[in-house]
């Protein structure tokens, strides 16, 4: 599955790290899959991420250990991306779209991709970069 970049979205880090977490085998197989390819993600992401952690100290050095590979590696964003992500939350307010979402959907189009890893089918169904729907990943969780 080398190639195009792929996004990675909270959900995957918070399986992968969460022993208790279903999706956790379906998330592992996809990441295994992803060798190769160029993954990326946000500051936002990685707090929620750790917010959603932070039941076990040992699950959140975890993900910061993976973090420090720079697999994935995270973006920066600046003050520009900061309002181009309010103006994305006002768009799909009806949703309503996260903070952390929103810095992914404005990455996807800075980075011309829409390759996703995430849990969230639902929402990533309905965002669009450039006008393209977002291929999620894994398949089926």
């Excluded at 279903?22 to 993600?41: F, Q």
């Excluded at 307010?93 to 991709?113: E, N, S």
Aim: charged share 30%.
């Amino acid at each position: 599955m080398g190639g195009e970049l792929v996004l990675v979205d909270t959900g995957p880090l918070v399986a992968l790290f969460d022993p208790s977490d279903a999706d956790r085998p379906a998330c592992r197989t996809c990441l295994d899959s992803l060798e190769g390819t160029g993954l990326v993600t946000t500051e936002a992401v990685v707090t929620e991420a750790l917010y959603l952690l932070a039941f076990s100290t040992r699950a959140q050095v975890a993900l910061l250990e993976l973090l420090a590979s720079g697999r994935p590696r995270v973006e920066p964003l600046g003050a520009g991306d900061r309002r181009l992500a309010a103006r994305l939350m006002e768009k799909y307010a009806d949703l309503p779209m996260d903070y952390a979402d929103a810095t992914l959907v404005l990455l996807a189009d800075r980075l011309d991709t829409t390759r996703v890893f995430s849990l969230d089918r639902r929402d990533f169904g309905i965002y669009r970069t450039r006008r393209r729907r977002f291929i999620v990943i894994p398949r089926s969780a």
